[in-house]
């Protein structure tokens, strides 16, 4: 296995052998799909090292994406801490104890890992395109938190340079992929080591890619951003599989609006549905999206884009809303254009 570091910190009693793992919550990857890597990780690590710990560094804004890792990792096979990137780790930070040895732990090898050779700009396209498989110029710009044109000229520079490839669908939708030394960089640059897997990145439901639906989920950030110049969106997902929550949202944007952090809940469509399936559904939704802002206190904008006869049935599925939920109805075809959020209220 590779870290990104390696420390040994003096605590009473002794030395800690504490390996370090650096998050970018900004790198198109939600806190929930680190687990399984990290499991995979520490797993191996533990048999190799049985004095070690883990060490998670979250750089980045909010409180959240650090609360929901720390959740999911709950149960790992060796202590583990999780704190902002610039902070101390103390003692109490871990899950558990982790084992103190009697002087300093010996340092282990040092890898040297050249990094790939391109902008921090074309690496978020590449690992926005190593979660979707493939996708169009304008998702690549939603989910890698990019403007558009900028985003269509880093692709074809990363096209020259052999990282991306374009594809033409059957349908005529014109797509863009990772090559292996795309999909490689963007694995690095999470922390995956050199030969494990990190299928947990993937969206959920990739049978549904170049679809309607599919690719409002993926314009969500985009959409958000239009709508509300005002708030601040950090990152997004489309296909999100959330722990202990039983749906999917088709997208899932977290940032800070009114001066509070805030999770953005997208439903997309529902037209296919009848009223009263459409209302049981809503009211499903809506607690499972609670569920998932309430155990780390954020703030919920509940939003729903259909058509108007969809919307009629979705406000009866949105009954007493508490005033840290604002339940927010678009039209699927008027991009860029939402009512303003009013916390405690069913705004269209």
């Not at 009263?276 to 703030?299: D, F, N, P, V, W």
């Amino acid at each position: 296995m590779t870290f990104s570091d390696w420390t040994s910190l003096s605590f009473e009693g002794g030395w800690s052998d504490t390996f370090i793992f650096r998050v970018d919550p900004l790198a198109c990857i939600p806190p929930f799909e680190y687990a399984p890597l990290l499991r995979r990780m520490a797993a191996h690590t533990l048999s190799k090292r049985p004095s070690a710990s883990i060490w998670v560094q979250v750089g980045g804004p909010g409180e959240w994406f650090i609360a929901e890792l720390r959740r999911c990792l709950r149960g790992l096979r060796l202590p583990f801490a999780v704190t902002h990137g610039g902070a101390e780790l103390a003692y109490m930070d871990f899950s558990r104890a982790p084992a103190l040895l009697h002087s300093r732990s010996q340092t282990p090898p040092e890898v040297t890992d050249q990094p790939p050779s391109v902008s921090p700009a074309e690496l978020k396209c590449l690992q926005s395109l190593a979660r979707m498989q493939v996708g169009d110029v304008a998702e690549v710009a939603s989910l890698a938190g990019l403007p558009g044109e900028v985003t269509e000229r880093l692709l074809c520079n990363l096209e020259q340079k052999k990282w991306v490839e374009r594809a033409l669908k059957e349908s005529g939708y014109l797509v863009w992929q990772t090559r292996n030394k795309g999909l490689s960089a963007a694995l690095r640059s999470w922390g995956v080591p050199k030969g494990v897997e990190f299928i947990a990145r993937e969206e959920e439901n990739l049978q549904d890619v170049g679809n309607k639906h599919r690719h409002l989920a993926r314009l969500w950030p985009f959409w958000l951003k239009s709508a509300w110049p005002q708030a601040e969106v950090w990152s997004g997902w489309s296909e999100v599989g959330i722990p202990e929550v039983s749906v999917i949202p088709d997208g899932l944007a977290w940032g800070r609006l009114q001066g509070y952090e805030t999770l953005f809940w997208l439903e997309v469509g529902d037209g296919h549905k009848s009223r009263a399936e459409i209302t049981e559904l809503t009211a499903r939704r809506l607690k499972q999206a609670l569920k998932l802002s309430g155990r780390s206190g954020m703030r919920l904008v509940y939003t729903q884009l259909s058509t108007p006869w969809v919307h009629d049935a979705v406000r009866w599925g949105c009954m007493n809303l508490s005033e840290d939920v604002a339940v927010v109805l678009g039209h699927w075809k008027r991009f860029g254009e939402l009512p303003m959020a009013e916390w405690g209220r069913v705004v269209e």
